[in-house]
Structures are given as C-alpha cells and as structure tokens.
C-alpha cells in the first residue's frame, strides 16, 4: 500500500520559515518524481516546487528564491524548505509522486500552512 505522509505544517508569521517533510513508502522512491502542490480556499490546487530522479528542479515564480526543495532517497523523503513566508503562502500543501514511465500518481492527505500575524 502507497503512502504519503506530510508533517511540519503549522502556523508562522509573515517571514518566517518552516520545513516540510513527506515520507513515502510502498514505492520504489527513487523511481519517482517528488513534488510539492497547495490549494488556498477557492482555488485551485497548483504546483508549488517539483524535484526530479536526478535532482533536477522547477520551481512555481510564486515561490522561487524563498522555497527549497530536496530529497532523501536513502530516507524515502522530500522536503519543502519555505522561507520568508507571505499571508499568500497559505494553502494546504500536498506531496506528490509521479512515475513517468508507468504515469503512476500519488498524493498525500496533505498538511495546513497558515502565515498570519
């Protein structure tokens, strides 16, 4: 059985920071394309950072030189650091994994970023 599990949601003030972690199992993790999406309250769900098989990444404009990506393929992790975090920020975020041979996709239950002060 896939699962996908995020943690290190929370609340945090206007730039702040936090880390977020997804921890896979019941997949070959180093098969997969790791990525990070959010949803805000009425609207969409969209990609946030995506980090490849062989480390490349993609980052949304939104979130470029404030969010870092990585992955622990020895763990089965990828990470999602945020710094200088915005009211905008907001979303729940969601991992996702994604095997483009076999176009296999998973998604985690997804964990609550709040940025208020």
């Known amino acids: 059985q896939v699962q996908l599990v995020e943690s290190g949601g929370g609340l945090v003030q206007p730039g702040g920071s936090l880390r977020l972690s997804c921890a896979a199992s019941?997949?070959?993790?180093?098969?997969?394309?790791m990525g990070w999406y959010r949803q805000a309250p009425g609207k969409q769900r969209e990609l946030v950072a995506v980090?490849?098989?062989?480390?490349?990444?993609n980052y949304a404009e939104a979130v470029k030189g404030r969010f870092t990506i990585s992955r622990d393929n020895a763990e089965k992790t990828v990470y999602l650091h945020m710094n200088s975090l915005k009211p905008e920020d907001t979303a729940v975020y969601y991992c996702?994994?994604?095997?483009?041979?076999?176009?296999?996709?998973?998604w985690g239950q997804g964990t609550q970023v709040t940025v208020s002060s």
């Open positions: 996702n994994a994604y095997n483009a041979v076999t176009a296999r996709d998973y």
């Open positions: 019941g997949i070959i993790f180093r098969l997969y394309a």
């Open positions: 980090i490849t098989r062989t480390d490349s990444t």
